[in-house]
Each structure stands twice: as C-alpha cells, then as structure tokens.
C-alpha cells in the first residue's frame, strides 16, 4: 500500500492524486485544486487554479475573490487531467456541494468531502456513485448519531419561535451560516412565511441561494433595523461566532437556539448554555454513512474527517477492507485544546463557513 | 412521568437557581402526593437500590441495540452518560407500539421495585418492555432511575426551598422532616407538607451572619478598641442547639449534622436547655487545631467509627451565643453575648472559646494576622463590639481578614488530562464563580491537590463527565474549591472579565454546595491596582 500504488494519498498540502498531479480541497497553495464546496476548511485561497462545481460558484468567489481562477464544472462533466478524467457528483451537503469521481486506468476512486443523505431543499440530493475506493467523511461516525427530518425539525424551531413570541422574547438561532441558514429558511416554508431576521454574516450568503432559486422564507437583515427596534417575537439567525457578542445585546431577554448534530448530545447542549438545541446537521448521520457505502460498492474504505478509527474498526467487523485516511485538519478528536475550538464550535466539519 | 420528565428537562435546561426552584415546585403542586413523594426522594440524591447492576444494565442496551460490545463502550465514552446512550442507541426501536403511560409512582413501585430479587431474564424482559414502549422523551429520565445516577444539579437546599414555595411549610421544618430515614409514599409526602405541628422548633438554627472580606486598610474602620479579634479558624462553620434536651448540630448549607461528630454533642452535654451557639468545628488536639484533611474525613461520615473519632477528634470552637435560656439574644451587643457565652463554656470543658486577640493599634493587628498560619488559622476576624448577629452577608460589623493570598470558592466545571506524567489524568481544572445564576469560568488550576486527591477526582470526573470533545470534560458542577491566587486584575478578553495571577488549589472544599461558591462581584471588589 505504498502512495505510488494508489490512485490517492496524503501528502502534507492535503489528498493528493498523483497520476493526474492534482489536490482536493488542499489546505497549502498547490498549483492545481478540485474543490468539493466552499466552506473554509476545504476551499482555501491561493491556489493556482481551482476546478468546482458551477452553481457553487458564487459562493467560492465570495470566498476565494471575484478574480479567482476558478473553473465552474456541472454535475458530472468530466474534467480531464492528463490520463486522469475528474467528475464532480452531488454530495447533498450544500449548494454546489460535490463529491469527486476519479477515473484512472480503468480504476474509480469516489472522495465523497462533505455529504448527507437527508432531504435538503437547498441542494440536489446526493448521488450514489459506484466505486472501488471510497474516501468518506466520518464526522458523525458513532451510532449515537440518527438524524430527524430536517423538515421535522424545522417545526421545532417554528414553535419554539412561536413560543418565544408568546412570552414576549426574540428568538436567536445559531447556526452556520453557509447551509445551515438556508436550509433552515427554506425548510420553514412549510410553516410560515413570515420574515426572519439576518445577521450580517448570512446576508450575502442567503442572496446566493436566492439566486440560485432557491425558495426561502423572506429575510431581513438586523442593520437595516433601528437600534430601538423591538425585537420581541422576531426570529434571528445568527453565526455562532456571534454568540456572546456585542451585537447580541440589542436583542433583550432573547432566547437562544442552536441547530448543529452536535446538539444530539445533552451534554454539548448544556455545555453551551444555549436555550434549545435542535438536532440539524448537513452531515451524513451513523446509518447513512454504512448505507451509502454499501450503496456505492467499494471494496475499500477510507475514512477521513472525524471519527474515524470507530468507523474503521466497524467496517473491519463487516468484512470491508477500511482503514483511516487521516488528515491533519478537521479531525475532532485531535482538536486543539483551545476550549473555544472544542465540541464543534466552529462548524461540524470544523472551520466551516465562518 | 409525563411531569417528572418535563421537570428534569425544565432543571437540566436552566443554571439559575431560582428557575429550578420554580420548576421544582410547579412539579409538587401539580402531580399526585405519592409522585411528588418519590420525586423528592430522587432529587435528594437517593437511589433504589438492589435493582440492577451497572455492569448488566450495559450489556443490556448493547444486547438490545444490536451493536457489538466495543461500539457501545466507544458510544458510551462518547456521549458520556449511560442514560443518554441508552436513550440514542435504542430510539429508533419500533417493535413496541410506545403507548405506555405510567406515572413516577407507579414506574418504582408497580414496575421497577418488585424487579428486586427477581433473575436477570425477568428483570431483562421488564427492563426491554419500558425501552420499547415508554415515550421517547420519558426513556431519559427512566434510564437515569434505573442507573441510579440521577444527578442535577439540585442541592438540598434547592429542594426544599421549593417544597417551601409550594407548600408554605417553613424551611428548617421541611429540613428537619427530610432528615433520616424515610420511605417515600404518598403517606410520606402529605406528612411532609402537613402544617407545623412546632416538632422543628426544638432543633431550629438562626441563619448565620457571615463576614466579609476585608479589602480596605482596617484604619479604614475606625479604633481598635471598639472591635474584637479573633483567628479565623479554618473548619466547618456550625450552630449547636440545645433544646428540650436534645443537641442539634446545623452546617452553615442548613444541613442537619448530628450524629456525625458525637464528641460534640457530648461536650454540649452541660449546656442548659435553651442554648444556642454559633462555632467552627475543627479537627483539634492537644492546643491546636489540625489539618483541614483531616476535619475533611469527618465531613462525609455520618457514623464515625472509634478510629477515625480518634484520629480526627472534633471540637467546637465557640464564637458566639445567639439563645440563652431561650431567649433570642441577637439583638444584644456582642461584647454582651460574648461575656454569657464564656460563662456558658466554661463549665463544659470540651468546648473551646474562641480566643480573642489583641493589639494596641492596627499596625499590632496587622503582624498578628501574619501568624494566623501558625495557629493554623487563615487570617483575623475583626468584629465590631457592639454589632448585634445579623442575617446573611452584611457588610460593616464583621470582617474577615485572610492571610494574603487572597482565596475565592469556586465551581469546578470543565477538566482534561495533563501531560507527561499526569497524562491520561484529570489534572488540568477550570473553576468557575456565580454570575448572577451563571457559573462563568475565572481561573485554571493544576497544583495544589495530593496525588490521593487528584485519582479520587480524576475517578469522579470520568463517572461525572457531562459530555467530552477532545481532551476537554465538562462536569456536573459539583465540587467547590478553595484556590489561592496572588493578584487580581480586570481583563476584557475573559468572559468574566478578570483574570487572576498564579491560582492555585489551596483545598477541596468537600463541605460546600455550589451556591456556597463565591460571586464575580465579590472578585471585583478584590481589583484595587
């Protein structure tokens, strides 16, 4: 099992495809960078030139800068690289959210990045893609991890709101900003169509999805609100960055949600004083992770991002040949033992959007 | 169960004490005397016992939720709390329809208690039959019952404060019937709350007047000739009540101690009826008090054996009298009570008055308290002669003068393991004071404990551990800390925005609740440079 044997390893710029001398979503500045979606620990900026999915787009140039050379590819045009033909599949994750197809040789490999299973409004469903190897993300790998439908969910947070308005409170969501709040204000079509208000991180990001067609609940962001505002049985969405912030003072007497997978665990929800935490993840939960790979037919599985060793030794049980892929970023239980940086705060996968 | 589970959630969901109360007594006030019964019995901290076994109860949920031993154990080290695993593990389980409806009693007396006794494919079938088909947001609550882990974050003085509220019962009577033994029941509860038929009186302790730290120059407080000194000794502060010929020993959490240290209540055996006295109770021998360790294996014993009465006698060290003859005297002046009180004590030679100390001027006072350490003493209290005994935290008529460092109660909240020799150890401590009713972090720790101290909390961290993301645990707030810190400064990038220098871990403070805990603006106050 040597690097050279495999149609990908890990070098120290990130997954490295060296019969096509291309990276995926690399962290170091590599001249060439298929990216599977623009949240901030897998698209980074100052790479020589970047290929990723079309309607993701809008969002990488956010990130990357209007003049980044990025390459728009649709849903499963192949890309070639030398003798090596790239294609992009839909991860399900987020908009433009892509899983990467490489073909060498008559060989597939599948890097799934970032994927889910659940019905997400937002984003095309995932696509089953056959393969021999499949690189997976293992964020949730702990059979504790069963998602609600997200639709379900929503209503949670439609009454909770709705609850939070009787009692004369605003109503503060944390979420992260790129998925998450989208997801969250289309799937809140089903029960109302009253305007939510937006923190100023989410403003640009929620006119992308717009854009895109994607249906939402009106939106308004806070700045365009007075300071005396009365915000009393409004609705907020909010990065959780801003927890704890300045900016939330003006919300008086609020209540405080947060909408993560990590929330399934009573003690992350106690342990970040938040009022309510509602189980919403845009990653693939303990059942769909063994149901896509035995879906996708690999013969082998390499688990990265996460909780991989559980993953891994499960697999193992199953008589699938599975073994860790390990990244020196995104892992959470090599997270740093900076507090803040502990139990998923940034984003599920980590940095996330921010 | 409906009800009781709503209350655990509305308990586990809120840090403020006073929500909780609410919480608590919305619950008594609305479900049957029999449930309110055993609800009080499980937010005491009381647990069935004989039921069932930890160990089974794990192989249990691995066995029923169909996943391999390991991957539970991996699951469990996840989540951090058997209940919850159990609950997350078995929730997809449709084989039940989950249509049963018990209530809190019925749960433990109709199902859980006749499982005692009974063999294990018994107790399994009974056990699958709760999982399958009590309501998902009941199993949590259920699974804690039948761990016997039902912690959260309720004191005894929580409880009953809330049993106050809901039944109008005054405290030190609810105090006083939840004291000893007591099978929770209907009958159990109505007795609880029935009207004060005056059976408290008799043991009934006056709420203790505290100090306050000393922050100023003491020339700030006038001539020393109008103020008594005496060694702030470093016990358990206590009242001893002697009525109708009973003794009755109070903590200062209003927690019934008699019993425990029967060398007292024997020394108070001279005391006439009528008598009431407030004192530290040290570990003492031979003229001089003992280390705070010691006094601390006494705290949780509530039947000393004669070798541990022999190798940590306790005494009560008299401050002040607040009944003669039964009379309330805290009105007097305190050179008044103070003058009955060494009267009182002399004629029971094993109790000790607490010595006054004296200098001509502030300056004599000052070196003094430098000596507080070697008597064994934190420091001076200076007490103004003529204030009466007042309620609670009072400033102006008593201070408390501590040695430098400065100290501060705290919260222990989060832990994680220390490295190199200490790796794989819970050494590495954030505490945490109140803010209002929010315990915000104010200093980490990693000295300062024994190396017996530290395996005995590493082990109660890992039991305790509220949830585990890296290397960084979250506890039930729990355990109150003594540290010692050198300086105190304001700092914007804390979220309680001080920082301290050089904390460090003077004592485990066994003895106190978490609403003991210091204040973040008693800490402020602290900031003088």
Redesign the interface.
């Known amino acids: 099992m040597t690097p050279a044997t495999e149609l990908i390893h890990l070098d120290d710029h990130g997954l490295y495809c060296p019969a096509g001398d291309f990276h995926v979503d690399p962290w170091r500045r590599v001249p060439r960078a298929v990216i599977t979606h623009g949240h901030g620990d897998h698209a980074r900026p100052g790479m020589g030139h970047y290929w990723a999915e079309a309607s993701g787009l809008p969002i990488l140039r956010k990130r990357l800068g209007r003049y980044a050379p990025i390459d728009g590819v649709a849903y499963g045009e192949p890309i070639p690289f030398g003798d090596v033909t790239v294609s992009l599949h839909s991860a399900g994750h987020i908009l433009g959210s892509a899983q990467v197809r490489i073909e060498h040789e008559g060989r597939v490999w599948v890097v799934s990045g970032d994927f889910k299973r659940d019905a997400d409004p937002t984003c095309p469903p995932f696509e089953v893609v056959p393969c021999e190897v499949f690189i997976t993300e293992a964020t949730f790998a702990y059979p504790v991890y069963r998602w609600p439908e997200g639709r379900d969910v929503a209503g949670e947070i439609h009454a909770w709101w709705q609850e939070c308005a009787a009692a004369g409170r605003p109503a503060v969501l944390f979420s992260y900003a790129l998925g998450k709040a989208q997801r969250i204000l289309a799937e809140l079509t089903h029960y109302t169509d009253a305007p939510v208000l937006l923190h100023g991180a989410m403003v640009d990001l929620v006119q992308i999805y717009r854009d895109a067609g994607v249906s939402m609940v009106p939106t308004t962001p806070v700045s365009d609100l007075g300071r005396k505002t009365d915000f009393a049985g409004r609705l907020v969405l909010a990065p959780p960055s801003a927890a704890g912030s300045k900016w939330l003072r003006r919300f008086k007497n609020a209540a405080t949600g947060f909408a993560s997978g990590w929330m399934q665990i009573r003690g992350n929800r106690r342990r970040r004083g938040y009022d309510r935490g509602f189980v919403l993840s845009d990653h693939a939960d303990w059942p769909s992770l063994l149901q896509t790979i035995e879906d996708c037919g690999a013969r082998r599985v390499l688990a990265t991002h996460g909780n991989t060793d559980v993953l891994v030794r499960h697999l193992q049980e199953l008589g699938i040949d599975a073994g860790p892929l390990r990244a020196p970023y995104g892992d959470a239980e090599d997270a740093s033992q900076d507090e803040e940086s502990i139990g998923g705060s940034g984003d599920e996968s980590n940095t996330g959007d921010a | 169960m409906r009800a009781f589970a709503r209350l655990y959630e509305r308990l ?2 809120t ?1 403020s004490t006073r929500a909780k109360v609410t919480a608590m007594a919305d619950y008594f006030q609305h479900v049957p005397a029999a449930d309110a019964g055993w609800a009080v019995f499980m937010l005491s901290g009381k647990r069935l016992k004989r039921l069932i076994g930890a160990a089974e109860l794990r192989s249990w949920i691995a066995a029923r ?1 169909d ?2 031993p ?2 539970f154990e ?2 469990y080290a ?4 058997l209940a ?2 159990a609950v ?2 078995l ?2 389980d449709e084989r039940e329809r989950r249509d049963l409806e018990l209530s809190l009693a019925e749960l433990i007396e109709d199902r859980l208690l006749p499982l005692r006794g009974s063999d294990e494919a018994t107790r399994y079938a009974a056990v699958c039959d709760l999982w399958a088909r009590l309501p998902i947001e009941q199993q ?1 609550v259920c699974n804690k019952i039948l761990t016997g882990a039902f912690r959260i974050g309720v004191s005894q003085r929580l409880l009953v404060r809330a049993l106050e509220q809901a039944s109008g019962i005054e405290d030190t009577v609810l105090a006083h019937r939840l004291m000893g033994h007591w099978e929770p029941g209907a009958a159990f509860y109505e007795r609880l709350i029935a009207p004060d038929d005056g059976e408290a009186d008799v043991s009934r302790p006056y709420p203790f007047f505290l100090a306050s730290p000393l922050e100023e120059a003491p020339e700030r407080l006038g001539h020393p000739v109008d103020w008594l000194g005496e060694w702030k000794w470093d016990g358990i502060r206590a009242q001893l009540v002697r009525r109708a010929g009973g003794c009755f020993i109070w903590s200062r959490g209003g927690e019934l101690m008699s019993g425990r240290f029967p060398e007292v209540e024997a020394a108070a055996e001279p005391l006439p009826d009528g008598t009431v006295i407030d004192g530290e109770l040290l570990a003492w021998r031979d003229d001089t008090a003992l280390d705070f360790s010691l006094l601390q294996r006494r705290i949780g014993r509530k039947a000393p054996g004669a070798t541990m009465l022999a190798k940590a006698p306790v005494h009560l060290m008299a401050y002040d009298l607040l009944e003669a003859d039964g009379v309330d005297l805290r009105e007097a002046p305190l050179q008044t009570r103070r003058k009955r009180l060494t009267g009182l004590v002399a004629a029971c030679e094993d109790i000790l008055l607490s010595p006054s100390v004296t200098a001509a001027d502030w300056d004599g006072f000052s070196a003094l308290r430098e000596q507080a350490r070697g008597r064994g003493a934190e420091g001076l209290m200076l007490k103004r002669l003529d204030s009466t005994y007042q309620v609670g935290r009072r400033r102006g008529d008593w201070w408390k003068w501590k040695v430098t460092p400065h100290t501060v109660d705290a919260v222990l909240i ?1 832990a ?1 393991a220390g490295h190199g020799r200490r790796s794989n150890l819970f050494t590495d401590y ?1 505490f945490a004071v109140w803010d209002g009713s ?1 315990l915000v972090p104010i200093a980490k720790a990693y000295s300062g404990l024994t190396d017996a101290e530290i395996a005995e909390l590493d082990r109660w961290i890992r039991r305790h ?8 645990r ?1 506890v039930e707030p729990t355990w109150v800390f003594e540290l010692a810190f050198e300086g105190i400064h304001p700092s914007p990038r804390h ?1 309680s925005g001080i920082a301290v220098r050089f904390p460090r871990i003077q004592r485990w403070r066994r003895d106190l609740a978490i609403d003991a805990a210091d204040n973040l603006d008693d800490m402020r106050r602290l900031i003088t440079d």
């Open positions: 586990d969901a840090t939720s996943v391999s390991w991957l991996e699951s996840h989540v951090g709390d919850e695993t997350l593990l929730a997809d949590f989060y994680q954030t929010e551990t509220r949830e585990r993301f890296g290397p960084v979250s979220k």
